[in-house]
């Protein structure tokens, strides 16, 4: 007990060499994790999941939007990392773990700047990690998300900066910011509306937005978010694509669409939240009888963490309301929640010696857990899961030595993208399925037509080709594909046709 007393005030409050002890814990944690990843794909030779094959997809490709009604950010970094180490897992697991850190070494780096102990820097950090969407499913999962998460976090460090200190530069930082945490993913629009309401409503602050260098800010973020705006408004369908998921007006009158819509809300606030709030809870109650000051009112560093989160909350409800939003994500609570850490951490920097406890109790459930999940993530990693996730077992080698037995191909195409895992064999392969923009231009003949026979329905891609003008060249021939790690059964079986350009509106049979 002495010795995890000992790591937690370390983890607190330590130093190596210049550097916190929790910064460098998560750099080394990152570290770790990229390379025994990569490692354990390269070994064992499996791909990678529904999210990541997404991105091999669509990393090929330098543009200013994509298709799945997500924003380009994490595309674009995938792209440049690859661009330096290579189209591999290497750098799908450099791209994720990069952000992953860098979003917790900002959470850390914001409390300080604020003027709070490094303690309550290292309990706002290690307290995103009780958030399981935090801890766990990005380790094995979700990219946009995981961008979100990071320049959301950033965005409140630049804020913080910018109130430390009102320069030219960190104006153009901020808008600069701005512009990336809507690049991640669009409903960071949310955060970033409630850190500037929260902002204004404050004597102490809103003087940094007042002020007439804010408008560099705002030149700066829109110019950098103009491509993309002009993307979405020529590829509309392609950002609404994926709007059929909020479950809009689902309800038979706007009163019980709203009443679905709260209560969709609230169940993703409960799930989101409703572990790190018990154990917020529980430390309360380990440090209950420890002695603490009189409660002092909040300084203007707590009711901006705080009246953030509030607003954010306020304007998701008016959204939802306006909307007719039913279905809900818990990750998609990410932009209302994701400062809950840090206010909690900066409210019990305040209680003396109960507070300190409360916060030892964060680092070191935080830090537990981040260890505890490890082998489970490596194991998700190779093994993937059920359903779509099985496509991580595939043997993507084999695969592409069949495809290319009887001749070279130059694109692959899917009803969905879990053959993007085909360019971690071949990166200069192109890869579709029915949501790539500008889909009959970008194929590439010789071209193959690859069906998984699951749950994902033909029809979509098979009007993509009928547009196109492709159909078949020919029958469609049976794969047997082997399936690592140990996969039960041991092989799958995949429907492969080859293409050929013919007149408009045939489709292949």
């Known amino acids: 007990m002495q010795y995890l007393e000992k790591w937690t005030d370390w983890l607190g409050e330590g130093k190596v060499g210049p550097f916190n002890a929790a910064l460098v814990c998560v750099a080394v944690y990152c570290v770790v994790q990229i390379v025994v990843m990569a490692l354990l794909s390269h070994v064992v030779g499996t791909g990678v999941g529904v999210d990541d094959s997404e991105q091999l997809m669509y990393m090929h490709y330098l543009w200013a939007g994509y298709g799945g009604s997500q924003p380009p950010l994490y595309t674009w970094l995938a792209r440049l990392v690859a661009a330096v180490v290579g189209t591999n897992i290497l750098a799908l697991k450099i791209v994720k773990y990069l952000l992953i850190g860098a979003a917790l070494a900002s959470v850390f780096i914001a409390v300080r700047r604020l003027g709070y102990s490094?303690?309550?820097?290292?309990?706002?950090?290690?307290?995103?990690?009780?958030?399981?969407?935090?801890?766990?499913?990005?380790?094995?999962?979700?990219?946009?998300?995981?961008?979100?998460?990071?320049f959301s976090v950033v965005l409140f460090l630049a804020l913080v900066e910018l109130v430390q200190r009102h320069s030219l530069a960190t104006y153009?930082?901020?808008?600069?910011?701005?512009?990336?945490?809507?690049?991640?993913?669009?409903?960071?629009?949310?955060?970033?509306?409630?850190?500037?309401?929260?902002?204004?409503?404050?004597?102490?602050?809103?003087?940094?937005?007042?002020?007439?260098?804010?408008?560099?800010?705002?030149?700066?973020?829109?110019?950098?978010?103009?491509?993309?705006?002009?993307?979405?408004?020529?590829?509309?369908?392609?950002?609404?694509?994926?709007?059929?998921?909020?479950?809009?007006?689902?309800?038979?009158?706007?009163?019980?669409?709203?009443?679905?819509?709260?209560?969709?809300?609230?169940?993703?606030?409960?799930?989101?939240?409703?572990?790190?709030?018990?154990?917020?809870?529980?430390?309360?109650?380990?440090?209950?009888?420890?002695?603490?000051?009189?409660?002092?009112?909040?300084?203007?560093?707590?009711?901006?963490?705080?009246?953030?989160?509030?607003f954010a909350l306020a304007m998701t409800i008016v959204l939802v309301l306006a909307s007719g939003t039913t279905q809900f994500r818990d990750r998609w609570m990410l932009p209302i929640l994701v400062l809950l850490p840090v206010a909690l951490a900066l409210r019990m920097d305040a209680r003396g010696d109960k507070g300190r406890k409360v916060q030892d109790v964060i680092v070191f459930v935080g830090a537990t857990l981040a260890i505890l999940v490890l082998p489970v993530t490596w194991y998700t990693h190779l093994n993937g899961g059920d359903s779509r996730g099985s496509i991580v077992r595939v043997d993507y080698q084999s695969l592409y030595g069949q495809l290319t037995a009887n001749g070279p191909v130059r694109t692959a195409i899917s009803s969905w993208h879990w053959v993007g895992n085909l360019r971690l064999v071949d990166p200069d392969l192109v890869v579709l399925d029915d949501e790539m923009p500008d889909f009959g231009h970008l194929l590439i003949e010789p071209a193959v037509l690859v069906m998984a026979n699951d749950k994902e329905p033909p029809e979509g891609i098979l009007r993509a080709l009928s547009e196109a003008g492709y159909v078949a060249d020919g029958s469609p021939q049976q794969l047997v594909v082997p399936m690592l790690f140990d996969s039960e059964p041991p092989t799958r079986t995949l429907t492969v046709t080859r293409l050929k350009k013919a007149a408009a509106g045939a489709a292949p049979q």
């Open 172 to 310: 153009v930082l901020f808008g600069v910011a701005m512009a990336a945490a809507i690049l991640s993913k669009y409903n960071n629009a949310i955060f970033l509306g409630a850190l500037m309401l929260s902002t204004l409503s404050l004597r102490e602050t809103r003087g940094v937005i007042l002020n007439r260098r804010f408008s560099i800010s705002l030149v700066v973020a829109v110019l950098l978010c103009l491509p993309t705006l002009y993307w979405n408004l020529t590829y509309t369908d392609q950002l609404l694509s994926h709007s059929g998921g909020f479950g809009m007006g689902r309800g038979e009158s706007a009163i019980q669409t709203a009443f679905y819509g709260m209560r969709g809300l609230g169940k993703a606030i409960l799930y989101f939240a409703v572990l790190p709030a018990g154990i917020f809870v529980a430390a309360l109650l380990i440090a209950w009888k420890k002695p603490a000051p009189a409660l002092q009112p909040a300084p203007w560093t707590e009711k901006l963490v705080w009246r953030t989160i509030a």
């Open 118 to 150: 490094s303690r309550a820097g290292a309990a706002a950090l290690f307290g995103l990690l009780l958030f399981p969407q935090m801890v766990w499913e990005m380790q094995h999962a979700l990219t946009h998300s995981i961008a979100a998460f990071c």
